[in-house]
Each structure stands twice: as structure tokens, then as C-alpha cells.
């Protein structure tokens, strides 16, 4: 088995597993549950494979995956032992979506540079991978995505485990993976409990954001 797979493999569990969390919170059954697993663990790498016209897509050339995120649902959501333990794991929900999220993106550049790609791009392609399926999460449990928002480190975590493992690549895999995971799980958490963000937007430390008067309602509109 290919260290890629194995990458893969662990991206993947972590993935389903932090959104089988998420549907928790959200007091989802069994199928919405499953459907949240698959599009959050599959979605980010579905986009990579198709901006690099990969095919058949990483899940269906290996579609274990499936089966093995279906059958870690069954427990999750009617075995009352394991719901306890997921229960307690929730409070730690965000350390194991950091991991994922690190994993995803060293995924993503590794496929990418096999790909011949340019290496901004390759790093690119890794925050797609690690942060695609968390997007499309967010639509269908109707939030707004975090990556999107001005708050914790999520997208800039991934974009530094990317460059990491490209910085890193050179020495090898038990090298540069580590270190774009740690770089990627340590940037996150600083964020989460000590609070470090980018920048604040201007629109948001004055407010307001500038409107031409009158230029964005449509004809006949009143206020």
C-alpha cells in the first residue's frame, strides 16, 4: 500500500468522523448522518480530482471508502456505549478535524505534484482537498462556512500544512508529513485557544460597508 493511500485512508476516517460529530449536534437520523460523512470526507477531494482530470474519482477507485464510513455510522448513531464515547470525543472535535484537515492537505499536494503541477498550485490544490467537503458540509447543515468567515485560523491553517509539506518534501514523507500536520493542528488550536486571527477586514472594524446610494435596488423598489 502507497504512503498516498495511507495519507487517504486516515484523511478520509477523520473526515467522516468529524462530520458524523457535527451531525450530532444537529440531531440528524441515520441517513443524514451518513449523506454528512460522505459529502465532508469526499467532497474537497472530488474537486481536486476534477480539476486534475483525474478519473475514475478517488472513491469510486476505492470504494471501500463507503462502506467503511457506513459501517462506522452504525454504531455512532445506534450503539448507546459508543454515542457516550463520542459524547466526550465532541469536546475534542476540533483537534481531530485539525489532524483531518492537516492530512487532506498533504493529500492534496502530493497528488498535485505527482500531476506535474506548479507548486503554488499543487499548495492550492491541497487547501481545496482539505477544506472543500467542510464548505459543502456547512451548506447542508444551512451555515454559513467557517472558512469564510472572519474568526478562527481554518483555511490559513491548511494553506500552512500545504506550504509545509511542500517546503519539507525533499526529505522524505516521515519528514515533511508530520511537520505539515503539526504546522497545520498547532496553527489551528493556537487559534481556537488563544484566539490569533488575521487581520480584521476594515468593513468590519468600522461596521460599515460603502454603498452607492440607490445603485443596488432594482427599478421600483422602495425602502
Known sequence: M??????????????????????AKKNFDFVGTYALAVVVSFGGGTIRDVLLDRRPFFWV???EYLVVIF?????????????QFAK?????????????LGFYAVVGCTLAIEAKQPLFVAVLL??????????????????????????????TAAFAGAVSFTLFRGFGNTIAVPVAVSVTVGLRL????????????????TGT???TSGEHRKPGASG
Open 2 to 23: 502507497s504512503p498516498i493511500v495511507v495519507f487517504e485512508i486516515v484523511a478520509v476516517v477523520l473526515g467522516a468522523f468529524s462530520a458524523m460529530i457535527t451531525a
Open 61 to 63: 477507485d476505492r470504494w
Open 71 to 83: 459501517m462506522l455510522c452504525i454504531p455512532f448513531v445506534y450503539s448507546r456505549p459508543v454515542h
Open 88 to 100: 466526550r470525543v465532541v469536546a475534542r472535535g476540533e483537534l481531530v478535524d485539525a489532524v483531518g
Open 126 to 155: 491541497g487547501v481545496i482537498t482539505s477544506t472543500g467537503g467542510g464548505i459543502m458540509g456547512d451548506v447542508l447543515t444551512n451555515e454559513v462556512p467557517a472558512y469564510f468567515r472572519h474568526g478562527t485560523l481554518y483555511t
Open 190 to 205: 493556537v487559534s481556537l485557544w488563544w484566539g490569533a486571527r488575521l487581520p480584521r477586514p476594515t468593513w468590519l472594524r
Open 209 to 211: 460597508h460603502a454603498v
